[in-house]
């Protein structure tokens, strides 16, 4: 049984940090990412990660202050998420895709985890 389980969300005041995990079990994948839904809006691409290279691609509004990682050994992707604002609030998910390509549209990963909150206060 594939699942993905996230961790890491919370509520923090803008200006903080916080890192989300995602843990992967059942099988592999070629591409990992992190996608993110706020209220009333639609889900949107943040990053994603090559699992074999690890090479990595971010949203343009956020680079610099997100950062995709891996660790291969605990079949685990991080979002490591620094200076956050109020309009980072959303739920954020983990999504992967076992053919290969890189992708940012949700419509192309094949597996999804139940989502994290992320609120940050001003």
């Known amino acids: 049984q594939v699942q993905l389980v996230e961790s890491g969300g919370g509520l923090v005041q803008a200006g903080d940090s916080l890192r989300l995990s995602c843990t992967a079990s059942?099988?592999?994948?070629?591409?990992m990412s992190w996608l993110r839904q706020a209220p009333g809006k639609e889900r949107e691409f943040v990053a994603r990660?090559?699992?074999?290279?690890?090479?990595?691609y971010y949203a343009d509004s956020l680079k610099g202050r997100f950062t995709i990682s891996r660790d291969a050994a605990k079949n685990t992707v991080y979002l490591q998420m620094n200076n956050l604002k109020p309009e980072d609030t959303a739920v954020y998910y983990c999504?992967?895709?076992?053919?290969?390509?890189?992708?940012?549209?949700?419509?192309?990963?094949?597996?999804w985890g139940q989502g994290t909150q992320v609120s940050v206060s001003s």
């Open positions: 999504a992967a895709r076992v053919a290969p390509g890189a992708y940012s549209s949700d419509r192309y990963y094949d597996y």
């Open positions: 059942g099988r592999t994948f070629s591409t």
């Open positions: 990660i090559s699992w074999s290279g690890g090479s990595t």
